[in-house]
């Protein structure tokens, strides 16, 4: 009874009532359009994060000597194999390692030219560190890695370059086989990684190569070039890795020999022959638990001063400062948009709140005759409140449903690299708050019209 | 024991230093079954005399007893129970919900008595039938006449079979002829064994019922009661009706 009452009172005044419910739809629907655009970011910042190694990977890079240790300079060995073999005797916490001698190189090939981001010798190891998975051929070993062969592994970046993207071709062009020229050497392609993208890129791409099937679809079609191929700059940079078994690159570019330590020119300028060590430009590792990072960095360190002879010039990059920033984003991020659909409910509360006492100044008579005929305080309190709760309610509801087109609008507008997701979780907490607001709102009001002395009520005119 | 007892009941107002008694100690005794009538010029106090009796106003002193219950001792829902199961109002304006039909208005009162919706939809078309509305159950109340409209109140006073029901100036609005059919409909009521109080200020009016109270600046000044009845007062009765 108290619900027909109520509905019957929603729709007596149905272009009122939706006005009043537009603050809440308004409200909710902010809030989960919000917290889906948050959720893409997440989810785009976490796959990234695993495409560059994880939480796990920590990398030591040579840097400048401190001030206080200037004058040992001639001492300093810089990052050498010597610490990794260091390292892995004695740092239990290491799981797998993987030095780095990068180098810069313009790659020839099929009348093309192309300069790679990344050029680096490595272990057969690094493609496990670095998440890197070989779709074509294989990756080298290290029987490779021993014989110093000339064969390398690429990512699809430098195939799209020399030889075509698939996009471009139309067909997938696997060039294992053929030969590279790298700084004019003849390198032989044993493999390639497979093409690096995000989950939503993937979707679209695969959208489009669906599209492309039907001729009716076909336009003129516009080369947007790499750079403005959507998709994080991880995945960009990622599909631009080429590897080289380490030692070739030691032996046949003698690497090690002339790489300074990086940055300044005043650093220092130990050539292998201080250790007869090949220099790395940096060193990967994996450590066993991110939990234990701290003290893993300490175990690292340890062993790094003693082969360093306490010279520092190493320093450790690891990916938990990036991934702070993440989460310190995607905080504000939330914060902002919370305040922004908190804000938008608030408003949606007082026009609610502004309706109902409205309502019950032009219902006091109504209310004298229910109260004179045995309505308890009660009974009106609750009647009133039902209302301002029914208005909410019917408003969260609908703001629900406009979330969602809101959602699809804004990603078909303006199309991001993160896809919004609307999750379970935040419809039923905008759905929750829509609740509370009807109900905060109708206090107040139900309250006012409660305490109606009948007598005056019914007097009034 | 009368129904009601009214023992020295005074109301007073403060407006600033000034007091003003709507009420100035009055005791009165209304039994089972009577029909009587209030009668005063505005601003005599008898509205303020029935909104006490009706439990929708408290006494400033005195007490007030109505079928047993100390009406000044009771809470908020106690008197809400009272209003809703022992009292029925008939009003000048009629007062029925515009949005609602008769039907609806006359179950009103059996919704805050929590009775299922069945049984008070069977009793509401009986208090209609009694006061011959049943065939306007379903109209709005602004789609009938005043007289109309004023049975459906009157269904809607009976409905929950009260011990007492008060109308305040029944036929205020309402044409003569129209107002005597009302007041032959309160007098069938009155013959069926019904409690009636009418409060008006037109004595010819209140000369269809055998018992009359005069009120006046708070007062009771006159009282007439039916078991001392005047042939001419009773002249005047028949003469109204």
């Given at each position: 009874?108290?619900?027909?009452?109520?509905?019957?009172?929603?729709?007596?005044?149905?272009?009122?009532?939706?006005?009043?419910?537009?603050?809440?739809?308004?409200?909710?629907?902010?809030?989960?359009?919000?917290?889906a655009?948050?959720?893409?970011?997440?989810?785009?910042?976490?796959?990234?994060?695993?495409?560059?190694?994880?939480?796990?990977?920590?990398?030591?890079?040579?840097?400048?000597?401190?001030?206080?240790?200037?004058?040992?300079?001639?001492?300093?060995?810089?990052v050498?194999?010597?610490d990794?073999r260091?390292?892995?005797?004695?740092?239990?916490?290491?799981?797998?390692?993987?030095?780095?001698?990068?180098?810069?190189?313009?790659?020839?090939?099929?009348?093309?030219?192309?300069?790679?981001?990344?050029?680096?010798?490595?272990?057969?190891?690094?493609?496990?560190?670095?998440?890197?998975?070989?779709?074509?051929?294989?990756?080298?070993?290290?029987?490779?890695?021993?014989?110093?062969?000339?064969?390398?592994?690429?990512?699809?970046?430098?195939r799209?370059?020399?030889?075509?993207?698939p996009?471009?071709?139309?067909?997938?062009?696997?060039?294992?086989?053929?030969?590279?020229?790298?700084?004019?050497?003849?390198?032989?392609?044993?493999?390639?990684?497979e093409?690096?993208?995000?989950?939503?890129?993937r979707?679209?791409?695969?959208?489009?190569?669906?599209?492309?099937?039907?001729?009716?679809?076909?336009?003129?079609?516009?080369?947007?070039?790499?750079?403005?191929?959507?998709?994080?700059?991880?995945?960009?940079?990622?599909?631009q890795?080429?590897?080289?078994?380490?030692?070739?690159?030691?032996?046949?570019?003698?690497?090690?020999?002339?790489?300074?330590?990086?940055?300044?020119?005043?650093t220092?300028?130990?050539?292998?022959?201080?250790?007869?060590?090949?220099?790395?430009?940096?060193?990967?590792?994996?450590?066993?638990?991110?939990?234990?990072?701290?003290?893993?960095?300490?175990?690292?360190?340890?062993?790094?001063?003693?082969?360093?002879?306490?010279?520092?010039?190493?320093?450790?990059?690891?990916q938990?400062?990036?991934?702070?920033?993440?989460?310190?984003?995607?905080?504000?991020?939330?914060?902002?948009?919370?305040?922004?659909?908190?804000?938008?409910?608030?408003?949606?509360?007082?026009?609610?709140?502004?309706?109902?006492?409205?309502?019950?100044?032009?219902?006091?008579?109504?209310?004298?005759?229910?109260?004179?005929?045995?309505?308890?305080?009660?009974?009106?309190?609750?009647?009133?409140?039902?209302?301002?709760?029914?208005?909410?309610?019917?408003?969260?509801l609908?703001?629900l449903?406009?979330?969602?087109?809101?959602?699809?609008?804004?990603?078909?507008?303006?199309?991001?690299?993160?896809?919004?997701?609307?999750?379970?979780?935040?419809?039923?907490?905008?759905?929750?708050?829509?609740?509370?607001?009807?109900?905060?709102?109708?206090?107040?009001?139900?309250?006012?019209?409660?305490?109606?002395?009948?007598?005056?009520?019914?007097?009034?005119? | 024991?009368?129904?009601?007892?009214?023992?020295?009941?005074?109301?007073?107002?403060?407006?600033?230093?000034?007091?003003?008694?709507?009420?100035?100690?009055?005791?009165?005794?209304?039994?089972?079954?009577?029909?009587?009538?209030?009668?005063?010029?505005?601003?005599?106090?008898?509205?303020?005399?029935?909104?006490?009796?009706?439990?929708?106003?408290?006494?400033?002193?005195?007490?007030?007893?109505?079928?047993?219950?100390?009406?000044q001792?009771?809470?908020?829902?106690?008197?809400?129970?009272?209003?809703?199961?022992?009292?029925?109002?008939?009003?000048?304006?009629?007062?029925l919900?515009?949005?609602?039909?008769?039907?609806?208005?006359?179950?009103?009162?059996?919704?805050?008595?929590?009775?299922?919706?069945?049984?008070?939809?069977?009793?509401?078309?009986?208090?209609?039938?009694?006061?011959?509305?049943?065939?306007?159950?379903?109209?709005?109340p602004?789609?009938?006449?005043?007289?109309?409209?004023?049975?459906?109140?009157?269904?809607?006073?009976?409905?929950?079979?009260?011990?007492?029901?008060?109308?305040?100036?029944?036929?205020?609005?309402?044409?003569?002829?129209?107002?005597?059919?009302?007041?032959?409909?309160?007098?069938?009521?009155?013959?069926?064994?019904?409690?009636?109080?009418l409060?008006?200020?037109?004595?010819?009016?209140?000369?269809?019922?055998?018992?009359?109270?005069?009120?006046?600046?708070?007062?009771?000044?006159?009282?007439?009661?039916?078991t001392?009845?005047?042939?001419?007062?009773?002249?005047?009765?028949?003469?109204?009706l």
């Amino acid at each position: 009874m108290l619900l027909a009452a109520t509905f019957n009172q929603i729709l007596a005044h149905k272009f009122r009532s939706v006005l009043t419910m537009l603050g809440v739809i308004l409200g909710v629907s902010s809030l989960v359009a919000m917290s889906a655009l948050v959720a893409g970011m997440e989810k785009g910042a976490r796959e990234a994060l695993i495409a560059i190694g994880g939480l796990e990977k920590v990398r030591v890079v040579p840097q400048d000597i401190p001030v206080e240790q200037r004058h040992l300079s001639d001492e300093a060995v810089g990052v050498t194999l010597n610490d990794v073999r260091a390292l892995q005797q004695s740092a239990p916490l290491v799981t797998q390692f993987s030095p780095e001698m990068r180098l810069s190189a313009t790659f020839s090939a099929n009348g093309k030219t192309y300069r790679p981001w990344n050029v680096s010798g490595v272990w057969p190891a690094a493609c496990l560190l670095n998440e890197h998975v070989i779709a074509h051929g294989r990756m080298f070993n290290e029987l490779d890695d021993e014989m110093a062969r000339n064969v390398c592994v690429i990512g699809t970046a430098t195939r799209d370059e020399l030889w075509g993207s698939p996009e471009k071709v139309g067909r997938e062009i696997i060039p294992v086989g053929e030969t590279v020229f790298i700084n004019g050497m003849p390198f032989t392609i044993i493999g390639m990684f497979e093409h690096y993208e995000s989950e939503q890129d993937r979707k679209a791409r695969l959208l489009a190569a669906s599209e492309a099937k039907h001729p009716s679809r076909k336009g003129i079609g516009r080369d947007r070039g790499w750079r403005a191929s959507r998709g994080g700059y991880v995945f960009t940079f990622k599909n631009q890795t080429v590897y080289l078994p380490l030692n070739t690159v030691w032996m046949k570019f003698r690497y090690g020999a002339t790489q300074l330590a990086i940055s300044s020119g005043k650093t220092s300028r130990t050539i292998e022959g201080a250790t007869g060590d090949p220099r790395l430009s940096r060193l990967e590792l994996k450590i066993a638990n991110v939990n234990l990072l701290s003290e893993a960095l300490q175990q690292i360190r340890n062993v790094l001063m003693t082969t360093h002879k306490g010279i520092e010039d190493f320093t450790f990059l690891t990916q938990e400062d990036w991934a702070d920033q993440i989460k310190v984003f995607i905080h504000n991020a939330r914060l902002s948009g919370g305040l922004i659909a908190g804000v938008s409910l608030l408003v949606g509360a007082i026009g609610i709140m502004n309706i109902m006492l409205a309502s019950i100044s032009e219902r006091v008579r109504e209310i004298g005759i229910r109260k004179s005929v045995g309505a308890a305080t009660s009974d009106i309190f609750l009647q009133i409140l039902a209302e301002s709760l029914a208005i909410a309610v019917l408003g969260g509801l609908a703001g629900l449903g406009v979330s969602v087109g809101l959602v699809h609008l804004l990603s078909s507008v303006s199309p991001t690299d993160n896809a919004p997701i609307i999750r379970v979780g935040p419809l039923i907490f905008a759905f929750v708050s829509s609740v509370i607001v009807g109900i905060l709102a109708g206090l107040f009001p139900a309250i006012k019209a409660a305490r109606l002395n009948p007598i005056q009520a019914l007097r009034y005119d | 024991m009368a129904l009601v007892e009214l023992r020295n009941v005074s109301k007073i107002y403060r407006l600033g230093d000034e007091e003003i008694r709507a009420l100035d100690d009055v005791t009165l005794d209304i039994a089972e079954g009577e029909f009587m009538s209030i009668v005063g010029p505005s601003g005599s106090g008898k509205s303020t005399l029935m909104h006490i009796l009706g439990c929708l106003d408290s006494p400033t002193k005195g007490t007030v007893k109505l079928d047993g219950v100390m009406i000044q001792d009771a809470s908020a829902r106690q008197l809400a129970a009272i209003r809703n199961r022992k009292l029925g109002f008939v009003f000048q304006f009629f007062n029925l919900l515009p949005r609602l039909n008769v039907l609806q208005n006359v179950e009103l009162p059996m919704i805050y008595s929590r009775i299922p919706a069945r049984e008070r939809h069977k009793r509401a078309l009986a208090a209609l039938e009694s006061v011959e509305m049943a065939n306007r159950a379903k109209h709005r109340p602004s789609q009938l006449s005043g007289g109309q409209q004023q049975r459906a109140a009157i269904a809607r006073a009976l409905v929950n079979s009260p011990r007492i029901i008060f109308a305040d100036e029944p036929t205020g609005n309402l044409d003569s002829q129209t107002g005597h059919a009302i007041l032959s409909l309160f007098r069938d009521l009155s013959q069926q064994g019904r409690t009636i109080v009418l409060v008006t200020h037109d004595s010819k009016i209140a000369a269809v019922t055998p018992r009359r109270i005069e009120i006046r600046d708070g007062k009771i000044v006159d009282e007439l009661r039916p078991t001392a009845p005047s042939p001419a007062k009773q002249g005047l009765a028949s003469a109204a009706l």
